[in-house]
C-alpha cells in the first residue's frame, strides 16, 4: 500500500517585510518534503516544514499553498488551505 501524506496544516506567516516573508506549518509524519506553492505556481520544494518567500513586491498579497510529498512512493498530499499573505 502506498502512503498518501496527510494535508499540511497551519500555515502561518512571520518576518513579513516588503519584498520577503516567512511560512511555516505543521509537520507532516508521512512526508518527505514539500511543495512550496505562491500564487498556483510551484515556487520550490524543501525538506523542512519552513520556508522563506524573496523576491516579492511590496504592498502586494501573495497566496501560499502547501504539498506534502513522500519520495520514496511518489505520492503526494492535496494542497494545504491557502494563507494570503500581504508584504509592507
Keep these: 500500500m502506498y502512503l ?10 512571520s518576518n513579513i517585510m516588503s519584498t520577503s516573508f516567512d511560512v511555516v506549518w505543521d509537520v507532516v509524519e508521512d512526508a518527505s ?20 518567500v524573496t523576491g ?3 504592498t502586494t498579497s ?3 499553498n502547501v504539498v506534502a510529498i513522500n519520495e520514496t512512493y511518489q505520492t503526494e498530499s492535496a494542497q494545504s488551505e491557502t494563507l494570503t499573505v ?3
Design 4 to 13: 498518501l501524506p496527510k494535508v499540511p496544516a497551519n500555515l502561518v506567516a
Design 56 to 58: 516579492l513586491t511590496t
Design 62 to 64: 501573495y497566496d501560499v
Design 33 to 52: 518534503g514539500y511543495e512550496v506553492y505562491i500564487d498556483g505556481l510551484l515556487e520550490d520544494t524543501v525538506y523542512t516544514a519552513t520556508y522563506a
Design 86 to 88: 500581504t508584504t509592507i
